[in-house]
Each structure stands twice: as C-alpha cells, then as structure tokens.
C-alpha cells in the first residue's frame, strides 16, 4: 500500500456549503479517483484485519461507501445506521444534534446482537453528534463499540468530548473551517 498518498490533494473543499461559514469536506472527490479510495479501503483493512472487531456498522449514507469494502475484505457483516423511515424492520432509534439541524438516525434492532464488538464508520465526524448516537444505539442494543473510524476528523469541534471513553481514529484532520 502507498503510505505516501497526498489524501488532503483528492479531498475537494467547498466554502459556504450547505450553509454560509461551514467548509464542506467533500468525500465524492475520493470516490472519483480510484488510488484515492483504495488507499483509504487499504488502511481501514490493515488497521482492522485481526482487531477483534465482530461487525461494522455504518451512517447513511457516505459512511456505507467505505465500510462496506472493508466488511467484504473483512469477511465481516454490515449494518445500517440509517435516517429515520428507511428500515423496514423493527427498529431502535436516536435523535441528536447536528453541526447544522437534528435528525433521527435508526437501525434494525435484531441486526445489534449482543456482546458483538462493532467498529462504527462514518466518512466525517465534526461536533461528533451524530457518531454518538450511533455508538448510543449500539450499546443500548447491548453489543460493545469497539472503535470509531472516520475518514475526515475536525478535531477543533468537540468531538472528542462527546465521545470521551470511546477511541476515534481517522484518516486525515483538519484544524479550521
Ligand atoms: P457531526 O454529527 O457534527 O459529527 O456531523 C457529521 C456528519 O455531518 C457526517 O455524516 C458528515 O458527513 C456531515 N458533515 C458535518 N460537517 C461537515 C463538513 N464540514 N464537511 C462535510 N461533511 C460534514
């Protein structure tokens, strides 16, 4: 694997979006560019081969797109965190706070077995809202967090506060926007 490659140089940066003030770091240019997104499917396989984790759940939707390369690598399942109102099954469901609005996120409550060890992924974390929601769902459900991975950290929000006792790694840190 390239332990080299310029990640900030495929990541585009948009100012003023979805609102005035917010730079959005836009995972889609990862997406374009194939060296790009196997050098991040690369690490996460690397970091996580033999780490003791049991399954990856997943925040809709950027979050799928790494998570479930790395699953299929993995040989291990997936499950969806997604937006309210898209599981058809029973689910479990936590509403939180975002950098910009609220929203709800949910997963199928039978999908979280209990005692599973689950690595959450998600392509950004910011204030940290929404992980932490995720990572609520899960050990409410009664399985265990082992980690939290995310491509992009802005670690001048408070992330790390709200997900203090929990290890947040990811690939690439920004320190403004
Ligand atoms: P948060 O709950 O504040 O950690 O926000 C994380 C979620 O919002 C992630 O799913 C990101 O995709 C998205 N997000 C928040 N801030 C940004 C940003 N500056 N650039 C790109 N995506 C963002």
Request: hydrophobic residues 40%; glycine residues 8%.
């Amino acid at each position: 694997m390239n332990k080299h490659f310029d990640l900030d140089g495929a990541i585009r940066k948009i100012p003023n979006f979805p609102k005035e003030g917010i730079l959005f770091y836009d995972i889609t240019s990862i997406l374009t560019n194939p060296e790009a997104f196997k050098y991040c499917i690369d690490w996460m396989v690397d970091q996580y081969r033999d780490s003791g984790i049991d399954a990856i759940a997943c925040i809709e939707a950027r979050g799928f797109l790494f998570a479930a390369p790395v699953a299929e690598k993995l040989g291990l399942p997936i499950i969806l965190v997604r937006k309210k109102g898209k599981l058809p099954g029973k689910t479990l469901e936590k509403t939180f706070s975002l950098e910009y609005g609220i929203d709800t996120i949910q997963v199928h409550e039978e999908d979280v077995k209990k005692g599973t060890n689950f690595l959450v992924v998600d392509d950004l974390i910011a204030t940290g809202g929404t992980v932490r929601a995720a990572v609520d769902l899960i050990t409410e459900a009664g399985a265990k967090v082992h980690e939290v991975f995310c491509i992009i950290g802005l670690p001048f929000l408070p992330y790390k506060q709200l997900l203090k006792g929990y290890t947040v790694r990811t690939l690439i840190d920004y320190e403004s926007e």
